[in-house]
């Protein structure tokens, strides 16, 4: 009913920049927290960033001064700067939304498939 396609991941130097964006489309009648994690083999996924439908942004302190949130409420879009990239930002990055579909009314949280952040030299 709802899918979340992510794209702009890729290979990185360190110091580079990477923009991530996340389109979700389907039965969508609102969308209230977009956000994106990440997670690397064998630890657990973790908050890069989220943002209410209100504007209000939340960031993990890894990555605070260096990544910036934003969102497109008309186009269902979120998206992620990345600056100052370092290794340890390697990851698969997911793009999360809070949906209510507009055929059951039903509020769900939905993922999308990921992309692959690699920094390195």
């Known amino acids: 009913q709802v899918q979340l396609v992510e794209s702009g991941g890729g290979l990185v130097q360190p110091g580079g920049s990477l923009r991530l964006s996340c389109a979700a489309s389907?039965?969508?009648?609102?969308?209230?927290?977009m956000g994106w994690y990440r997670q690397t083999p064998g630890l657990q996924r973790e908050l890069v960033a989220v943002?209410?439908?209100?504007?209000?942004?939340n960031y993990a302190d890894s990555v605070k001064g260096r990544f910036t949130i934003s969102r497109e409420n008309a186009k269902n879009m979120v998206y992620l700067q990345m600056n100052s990239l370092k290794p340890e930002d390697t990851a698969v990055y997911y793009c999360?939304?809070?949906?209510?579909?507009?055929?059951?009314?039903?509020?769900?949280?939905?993922w999308g498939q990921g992309t692959q952040v690699t920094v390195s030299s």
């Open positions: 999360q939304a809070v949906v209510v579909v507009t055929t059951t009314r039903l509020e769900d949280i939905y």
């Open positions: 389907g039965s969508i009648s609102r969308i209230y927290d």
């Open positions: 943002i209410t439908l209100g504007g209000r942004i």
